[in-house]
């Protein structure tokens, strides 16, 4: 038998199995980029407006969010689309390659299915392969209906395939890396924790490179989160960069299957750390365990925030001169232009309060896998109730993205004071960032409820989510109706210090919060565990 038998068959199983889940990712991506084409071209029509946007994009944050800056001297809708749309599709096509390669490859080992796969005919390289296959077959769609996107709305041919297929071969790369860091540990979450390190440390890495001289030196030329820029879509297209793609991704595949050989099956290359053999004080309650388990997630998640936050802050100055040239953007930012720096931090607030979301979201959602692994029944099985550990679960997520909401409107706030001269907005932008905390407390209460109640139903909250995102970023662009505006869960509280605080909704929101984790806990205590 080939160490390939039945790798076709798992590839067909794994394509039915996540049609879903990869309609949805590619479905989010691509109408990304159909939605932002025509937004871009309306708010940028002018030549004066474009270089005004050229001017922002060739500032300390605009390098770190959009890369070199190539075309800026002549900016039109081209080169505006690579430097403002490609960060975003890259660091979303890293998500979605480490989570399905991670999902195919050491989470299935982790659960036993592997084993009881490779014990019958099935090659010892075939779940490796079709996890691949796969991953690279849903970026190549996405790249290919990128570059059909690009060329329907007029843009060079040439260009356009080279675009689609650096964002392909980029996801591709992100997946190469997560096969190899999944042959390194042992779990799953250590693997994808891994990866997503590893992308960070790239992704700083092209920072600090374009910071540090105009095209990149040689630590740009180090990343994968480069090499696509690098090819100067509509300024002056040259072909090779793509070539280091291709290179880079035949040999994290080759050591992949190379590390794969020499470790047992469910166990990886660095042997897990026994832990002691008993726990210490801090560690003597669900709460503390909780806490333990999600430490590391809190503390990368909380920075992160921090950091960018910093650098919104840092723009403050740049408002005026931006309105000055493009006077649409007084729609996004304040009802007048008085208001444009009050308006910016709102708006820049609005992705401190969408990251500490998610986070919610993303830790109830934990105890899912905690559950359906059999972990959950053991812990269940002492002198633990239902509702003291799922309850905690749902503390440890509340805290958490209150402590990432306060540090990145701290973040804001010191930034701000600094390039204003006004130590006010310290304060000022931690307050704003309080006063939104609800609506992330509403999303742990949303997964809490589904969780608890309905757990086949758990991809509503990343249906909400989802749309609250592209609604609040997008929605004022493409001129969407006030009623599908409301529908945004980050539209239903005053935006702070540019809206005047109203205590009224915010004290709903937070009864709301108190009743749906109430309902959550009770649904939890009911229904069978492992149940859908």
């Known amino acids: 038998m080939s160490a390939f038998t039945g790798t076709g068959t798992l590839v067909r199983f794994i394509l039915r199995r996540d049609r879903i889940r990869l309609t949805v990712w590619t479905l989010a991506l691509v109408g990304t980029v159909v939605a932002t084409i025509p937004a871009l071209n309306d708010m940028f029509s002018t030549d004066a407006q474009r270089q005004a946007r050229a001017a922002l994009m060739d500032t300390p944050t605009g390098i770190v969010f959009g890369g070199p800056g190539y075309g800026l001297d002549d900016y039109q809708l081209g080169p505006m689309i690579v430097n403002e749309l490609t960060m975003s599709m890259l660091i979303a096509l890293a998500v979605m390659s480490i989570l399905h390669v991670i999902r195919h490859t050491r989470a299935e080992e982790e659960s036993g299915r592997a084993e009881l796969l490779r014990a019958s005919v099935l090659g010892a390289s075939a779940q490796m392969t079709a996890a691949l296959v796969t991953v690279s077959l849903v970026n190549l769609l996405i790249g290919g209906l990128t570059t059909l996107v690009l060329v329907g709305n007029g843009l060079e041919t040439a260009d356009s395939v080279a675009y689609?297929?650096?964002?392909?071969?980029?996801?591709?790369?992100?997946?190469?890396?997560?096969?190899?860091?999944?042959q390194i540990v042992e779990h799953g979450r250590s693997a994808a924790g891994l990866a997503f390190l590893a992308v960070g440390v790239l992704f700083m890495s092209r920072v600090v490179g374009d910071m540090a001289e105009d095209g990149g030196n040689a630590l740009s030329w180090l990343s994968p989160f480069a090499w696509g820029q690098q090819t100067r879509m509509f300024d002056d297209l040259r072909w090779w960069p793509l070539a280091l793609y291709a290179v880079l991704i035949v040999?994290?595949?080759?050591?992949?299957?190379a590390l794969a050989k020499r470790r047992d099956l469910g166990a990886g290359l660095v042997a897990s750390r026994p832990g002691p053999a008993g726990a210490g004080r801090l560690l003597g309650s669900t709460f503390a365990l909780h806490l333990h388990q999600q430490r590391g997630a809190?503390?990368?998640?909380?920075?992160?925030?921090f950091l960018f936050a910093l650098s919104f802050g840092s723009l403050a100055t740049e408002v005026e001169a931006m309105l000055e040239e493009n006077p649409d953007l007084v729609a996004m930012l304040g009802n007048a232009p008085g208001d444009a720096t009050k308006g910016f931090l709102g708006v820049m607030g609005g992705y401190v309060l969408m990251a500490a979301s998610a986070y919610a979201a993303i830790s109830v959602l934990r105890t899912r896998t905690e559950e359906t692994s059999g972990r959950a029944e053991l812990t269940?099985?002492?002198?633990v109730g239902r509702v003291r550990w799922f309850g905690n679960a749902l503390l440890v997520s509340m805290l958490s993205s209150a402590l990432?909401?306060?540090?990145?409107?701290?973040?804001m706030g010191l930034s701000a004071s600094a390039a204003l001269g006004d130590s006010s907005w310290t304060w000022t932008m931690t307050g704003a960032a309080l006063a939104q905390l609800p609506v992330a407390l509403l999303f742990a209460a949303l997964a809490a409820l589904l969780m608890g109640a309905a757990p086949r139903l758990i991809p509503l909250v990343?249906?909400?989510?989802?749309?609250?995102?592209?609604?609040?970023?997008?929605?004022?662009?493409?001129?969407l109706d006030e009623w599908l505006m409301n529908l945004s869960a980050f539209e239903l509280l005053p935006k702070l210090p540019s809206e005047e605080f109203d205590a009224v909704p915010v004290a709903v929101a937070l009864g709301a919060v108190l009743v749906v984790?109430?309902?959550?806990?009770?649904?939890?205590?009911?229904r069978d565990l492992a149940s859908v």
């Open 298 to 305: 809190v503390v990368a998640w909380t920075a992160a925030t």
């Open 251 to 257: 040999v994290l595949f080759a050591l992949t299957y």
């Open 404 to 411: 990432i909401v306060v540090m990145g409107g701290l973040g």
């Open 380 to 383: 269940l099985s002492a002198a």
């Open 462 to 479: 990343w249906v909400w989510l989802g749309y609250s995102l592209l609604a609040s970023m997008l929605g004022a662009i493409l001129g």
């Open 164 to 182: 689609g297929l650096g964002l392909a071969l980029a996801g591709i790369s992100f997946g190469a890396i997560t096969a190899v860091c999944a």
């Open 517 to 526: 984790s109430a309902v959550a806990l009770a649904g939890f205590r009911r």
